[in-house]
């Protein structure tokens, strides 16, 4: 027990402070379960169950599924729908975006939802004069809350199934077993219609514009004075050197963003364009570099962008977004130079934006995180790739991506079909949602080719890591005694006491972990702590379910705000202020609505 409690304490100082990504995290601590097998009684074959789980599977089936709707652009015409609505006005725009992410997010798996929701939200928000701060926390909180209506809302509920019916197993007289598809919805709805009246009313009001209405993305960063054009003299040793010799040195973190020539615009790629005689250069830099350069070289002034307009003024302009980079996604765990981003998407980083800090200067070398926005300057053919790919989130929409809308009635009817076969108890929910990958790829909603780069295998690796870890906590007796230590406090609360004390503890825990890893640690002591008491195990079991689906304090305790935070400029303390209140608001509607549903004797 010792030996696993110190795996424990090592897996959360990691999952707190990011040394690793927590899908390595995850991995180490099931290679360290089974190097240590003697002491932890985990077997290889137990150390790599997780891979087998049919959670991991299921989540595995649904994370392409959701790509499957994603490629129809059924969300994003809903999206569209929904902007038409709400116009102008605030109230509505907010209606509209809890009203559509809350129960979309109950059939997808609410991570994609916000990913693909992200940019329509934003041209939302902009388009209604509306900060986007405003909006984006409520897509956040409302794809959580979305998320508790189903057991295919989130893949914390698949997981979390998959632990209750293993506790069922090997402790029948628990009363433990799989979630139906419907089990908790009713809790899921009372749940959602709460927090949704909570974020039009108290939460909206708590949420700063820290982004205003009518402010563009150059203002936004601050970046007036990091962009100026500059025009080369004759006696200037640039003439006759190409751009990357010339500012290719990275100790002088200078970019060149554009070249006029006699009025001919040149964009990228700039690398090998020759400098002449009175071109014009639009650099990127701070304003010490420049000075320096501008006096060795004889450089001269010819103004600068003051506003997102001046950087491109035309269609075939380059074009100023936010992108996003996701959990699964090639640049995570690289920096801007080791990613050879530039090179790749023939585009420029204006700005770097991570855990809510801007960075203007010097950011090529900074490892990119999990919802780190960089401010990206491309022409409109590599923008079109970049929405393209898995591995951003483009926080603007595109009028020129293909979606295959003739494919939504296929897309939906598979949905349904996934969804009915095991609420109707005809198969299990893992062989339906395998099914339904097969109808996919059958029906052409998804090419062949998709199905791998749909999954968020960082998602995968995270579950098969952390799955033995609930398993180590069973064998050895930990489990028990956490719940033993924890039902100890029935001697002066009440069963209901005990069980909003782990709803509160799950929350907190979730806050600095990973959801997923919140479930598998809490499940099995909340569990041991109900047959401590003589309480309702199954009560127990999803109150850690609730707590865990529902991380609003804190940007890092789901990956839904970790989309939402550079988008909406928020600060870490946003989250507190809006979260704290709306979690401990939940934490008495969840456990009364347990009690009231499904009592917690003892």
């Known amino acids: 027990m010792l030996v696993v409690f110190a795996l424990i304490l090592l897996a959360l100082v990691l999952f707190a402070t990011e040394w690793f990504p927590i899908d390595v995290t995850a991995i180490l601590m099931m290679v360290l379960l089974m190097v240590l097998e003697p002491w932890t009684q985990i077997s290889p074959q137990e ?12 989540v ?5 599924l959701s790509t499957g709707i994603n490629r129809t652009g059924i969300v994003q015409l809903i999206g569209r729908k929904m902007a038409a609505f709400a116009g102008t006005s605030r109230r509505k725009q907010l209606a509209a975006t809890v009203g559509v992410t809350g129960p979309v997010s109950g059939f997808i798996n609410n991570t994609p939802v916000v990913a693909i929701l992200v940019p329509v939200i934003s041209d939302l928000a902009h388009e209604g004069e509306t900060s986007p701060s405003k909006l984006l926390m409520p897509l956040s909180f409302a794809s959580m809350l979305g998320g508790t ?6 893949s914390t509920n698949i997981l979390a199934s998959d632990i209750a019916a293993q506790l069922g197993a090997e402790s029948p007289e628990l ?9 908790f919805t009713k809790l899921g709805v009372i749940v959602f219609a709460v927090g949704a009246l909570y974020l039009m009313t108290v939460g909206v009001r708590l949420i700063p514009e820290r982004i205003p209405a009518d402010e563009d993305l150059v203002e936004e960063y601050a970046l007036q004075a990091y962009l100026a054009d500059v025009v080369v003299p004759a006696n200037s040793s640039f003439t006759g050197q190409t751009v990357e010799e010339a500012f290719g040195d990275d100790d002088l973190d200078i970019d060149a963003l554009q070249l006029v020539r006699y009025g001919e615009r040149f964009d990228e790629p700039l690398a090998r364009k020759e ?14 570099t420049l000075e320096r350069i501008v006096d060795a070289e004889g450089l001269t002034f010819a103004g600068g962008p003051q506003n997102e307009e001046d950087l491109h003024s035309d269609e075939e302009e380059p074009v100023l977004v936010e992108v996003v980079v996701p959990s699964g996604s090639f640049l995570v765990g690289e920096t801007l130079a080791s990613s050879t981003f530039r090179q790749r998407y023939d585009a420029n980083v204006l700005a770097f934006r991570s855990r809510g800090e801007v960075v203007r200067d010097r950011f090529e070398d900074i490892r990119i995180r999990v919802g780190d926005t960089l401010l990206v300057q491309a022409p409109p053919d590599s923008l079109t790739r970049l929405v393209q790919n898995e591995d951003f989130i483009v926080a603007h929409e595109f009028d020129d991506v293909n979606y295959r809308t003739e494919k939504i009635p296929f897309a939906v009817a598979i949905i349904a079909g996934v969804v009915a076969l095991p609420a109707l108890n005809v198969l299990p929910i893992v062989v339906s949602a395998l099914a339904g990958v097969v109808a996919m790829v059958f029906t052409g909603v998804l090419e062949p080719n998709e199905l791998y780069s749909s999954v968020e295998w960082n998602v995968i690796f995270l579950l098969a890591g952390v799955i033995p870890l609930g398993i180590a906590l069973q064998q050895t007796g930990a489990a028990a005694l956490l719940g033993t230590a924890v039902a100890s406090t029935a001697a002066f609360l009440p069963a209901l006491g005990v069980l909003w004390v782990f709803y509160l503890a799950t929350g907190l825990l979730t806050s600095v972990i990973s959801n997923n890893a919140s479930v598998v640690l809490m499940i099995p002591v909340a569990a041991n702590a109900a047959q401590s008491i003589g309480a309702n195990a199954f009560a127990f079991v999803l109150a850690v379910t609730f707590a865990a689906s529902t991380a609003f304090m804190t940007p890092v305790g789901y990956q839904t705000n970790l989309f939402v935070y550079g988008p909406g400029g928020y600060t870490f303390s946003d989250f507190l202020r809006v979260g704290a209140p709306l979690q401990l608001l939940l934490s008495f509607v969840t456990v009364l609505g347990i009690a009231f549903f499904w009592g917690v004797g003892a």
């Open 149 to 154: 209506l189903t057991l295919i809302g989130t």
């Open 175 to 183: 009363g433990l077993s799989a979630f139906g598809m419907f089990e």
């Open 47 to 58: 150390g790599i169950s997780g891979f087998a789980n049919p959670a991991t599977i299921t």
């Open 275 to 288: 400098i002449h005689e009175n071109d014009t250069l639009r650099l990127r830099t701070n304003r010490d």
């Open 60 to 64: 595995l089936a649904m994370l392409i």
